[in-house]
């Protein structure tokens, strides 16, 4: 059915939050303002490649010349977010300044960014975390001479749980204490009951289990005029929902195929070299994904010229 072959560039959570109201909403939320709809500069930034590479969970705002880069996890937190931000945010700057700005003698005013990750998944995690930059850095320096600071908000079922053992009673006081973070943004809490109506009733791949999970959410009074306008997109975007886990499992794959393809004999070794240069993970990880020493892949990665990650 051709239902199911378009392509959806966007996840559900960017649709609703690049509509400059609602992400005005959730930027008062954050900072404890009110800055109106009618009175504020706002612009959205878009460039073609997301964070996540593979599938837009990213939203970037100008606000009155503040950069404002909103990201949805549902799946594990990486680590690595900082360093992804990184390179967004080069991307998002190399698109917004004027290459002749770049070689002028007075200083060229950019945007101050500001990084968030809103974690909606199932394991546990903090209430609010950050992710820093600096704890990448194979050196740790007194004076940092770059830093890049990520706000984790956990807005999940499992916000603030330490093991899976706690009570229901305390699970839910602790869901009830995250969204206190959010009790201005009435769209972000009507996201998250619509996400959970989708994690209780769809099935995966089942377009009728979406169909009536959007149903059951607008009973409940969650986005209604939303899911009513836009169902069917929304049920093809969740069909079409990025997972992390199951991204680097296929980025995995594709690296060792590489390597088997180039004609290397020692094809777990070429994937790990290809898993760092290419798509970005630490030579530690990619060590241990395939099984082999990391002194073995430094050398290798050493005769790349591939030295610092």
Known sequence: MALFN????????????KRKENFLSLYNSIHKTNLKLEDTQMELKEIPQSVYKTFNNDVSMLVNGRLIVMVEHQSTINENMPLRFLEYLVKLYNAMIPSRARYQNTIYKIPTPEFYVFYNGLKSYPLETSLNLSDAFLEKLECLPLELKVKVFNIGPNAGKNNSTESLSSDFMQIKSQLQNFQDCDILKQYVGFVECIRELA????????????ETAISKGYLPEYLKTHSIEVVNMFLAEYDYDEDIAVKKEEAFNEGKEAGIQQSALAGAVLLVTKYNQTPETAAADFGISLNELEEALRKTGKTEI
């Open 203 to 214: 099935v995966p791949n089942d377009f009728e289990s979406y169909r009536l999970a959007i």
């Open 6 to 17: 378009r392509t959806y560039k966007d996840s559900v959570f960017v649709d609703l939050f």
